[in-house]
């Protein structure tokens, strides 16, 4: 029997062209105004149309600031792409979530939350993090902005299929582990490159257990091993999450929904040209030590030293330490840290902020912190008023920020000055990531919160 991943790639092939490639069919593109403007540019230029508009959903995230949004963009390179976000959607007829309306938001939290992203489908965004949506039994994957010109045009893509992994864990998590431990250490364990060429399936109790959000974080990252995406079977919990979304299935077409999507999953005989199975027991609360999301370890334990690193990584494991300021066999726990950043499309949903004020109720922030919470959309915003977390949060004194992409890639006014250690809930720790000089320890946002009211790294479960 083929792999969940198999039966959803193979019901959208259009046709196999000359070596193999798929010439695939996209039944959801997602756009934000980094990596579009090119392809809308060229699309004007050769006189063409898209072909199925309303595939196409638009939402501003990477560039907007996270404070008055009432008010013009200052930076006026993020501003110009804002605005040809905003005419691009409307020139060719695209539903656009643009600055002040109230589904705006980053273009990976919101499709989800407004049931544009459903089990089954093929999605596709100028964005390495599409991945995310795997996590509702999707084949969703980044592209780069020739192909989003060509599906704006076609509303297909060329792209050859991947080898299939599923990465299992078994066993449960214990408490204070969250879905970002999770992830960080398959990473570790698999290195940046381990699953180049592979679309994984993520299996397995711990996996099962997960909530719709915890899923999205795994998949999220998937990308950081060099899979081209990952994905999780739909299941109770997909369709508890989907049922009454405003572009989910409504009435009969719910049912009849719910019974295609039930069949989405790999069979007990199904060959993956990969299997790589975990103990949810090893896994413990994690940070990352390097520039890269795969140089982490549990948080007490030591850096590696220089014996135990492969002898052709070794400059390259040193020069990663350089910019970080720390030396092999450090211990980090008790590390005095400058800045904490909860959000991201990795960790800025609604579980996300209930997990850090859980931490941070009935504390204060650290005085010597400056913390950034920033939600992933204005829906998660309206939720935290909702349930009374912002009056913990700023009673704690932090300040919730307006949503978008904020300090994940400081392509915004959010940025960490050089030398300055981050506590960040986001995806990526490169170099110059968050800010030029900055140095980004990635975490979940339980060890953010005991960062951010301690001032230094700690583990949550000592709270």
């Known amino acids: ?11 959208h092939v259009v046709k196999t062209v000359p070596g193999g490639t798929s010439m695939l069919y996209i039944d959801r593109h997602y756009c934000h105004e980094v990596t579009s403007p090119q392809a809308f540019n060229d699309m004007r230029e050769r006189g063409i149309k898209v072909f199925r508009p309303e595939k196409t959903f638009c939402s501003p995230d990477h560039n907007i600031p996270t404070m008055h949004q009432e008010l013009p963009i200052k930076d006026l390179v993020s501003r110009s792409q804002v605005d040809a976000l905003t005419k691009n959607a409307t020139d060719f007829g695209l539903t656009l979530f643009g600055l002040g309306n109230p589904k705006n938001g980053i273009i990976h939290v ?72 999770v992830a960080l250490y398959i990473i570790s364990k698999m290195t940046t490159g381990g699953a180049t060429g592979y679309f994984v399936e993520y299996a397995g109790e711990a996996i099962r257990n997960m909530s719709m959000e915890e899923r999205m974080t795994v998949c999220n990252l998937s990308i950081e091993m060099g899979a081209r995406g990952g ?86 494991f040193m020069k990663s330490l350089e910019y970080m300021g720390f030396k092999p066999g450090q211990n980090l726990e008790g590390l005095p840290i400058d800045y ?27 005085p010597q912190v400056t913390a950034w919470l920033v939600p992933g959309s204005w829906n998660v915003a309206r939720q935290i008023e909702r349930e009374g977390i912002d009056k913990i949060l700023i009673d704690a004194g932090f300040e919730i ?28 720790n490169f170099e110059g990531r968050q800010g030029p000089g900055a140095r980004t320890i990635l975490a979940g946002p339980l060890v953010a919160a005991a960062a951010a009211v301690t001032g230094r790294i700690m583990n949550p479960s000592s709270f």
């Open 1 to 11: 029997m083929n792999t969940l991943f198999d039966k959803i790639w193979d019901a």
């Open 110 to 181: 919101i499709g989800p939350e407004n049931g544009l992203t459903l089990p089954g489908y093929t999605i596709v965004c100028g964005d390495s993090h599409t991945s995310t949506h795997g996590a509702f039994g999707a084949v969703a994957f980044g592209i780069g902005t020739s192909e989003v010109e060509m599906v704006l045009a076609s509303q297909c893509i060329l792209q050859p299929k991947p080898k299939s992994m599923r990465i299992s864990i078994n066993g449960r998590l214990k408490p204070y582990v969250t879905a970002k431990d």
């Open 231 to 316: 994905m999780i079977a739909p299941d109770e919990v997909t369709f508890d999450y989907l049922k009454g979304r405003e572009y989910a299935p409504q009435g009969d077409n719910w049912e009849k929904a719910i019974a295609y999507w039930e069949t989405l999953k790999s069979g007990d005989d199904a060959i993956f040209d990969k299997e790589v199975a975990f103990d949810a027991a090893d896994i413990n609360p994690r940070i990352t030590y390097g520039t890269n999301p795969g140089m982490g370890m549990e948080i007490g334990d030591t850096i590696p030293v220089i014996d135990s690193i492969d002898e052709s990584s070794r400059e390259s």
């Open 340 to 366: 904490v950043f909860l959000g991201s499309c990795t960790n800025g949903r609604i579980e996300d902020f209930r997990a850090f004020a859980s931490i941070v109720k009935g504390r204060k922030k650290s």
């Open 401 to 428: 920020r307006q949503p978008g992409c904020s300090a994940c890639l400081a392509m915004n006014e959010d940025k960490v000055p050089s030398g300055k250690y981050a506590v960040s809930t986001s995806n990526r």
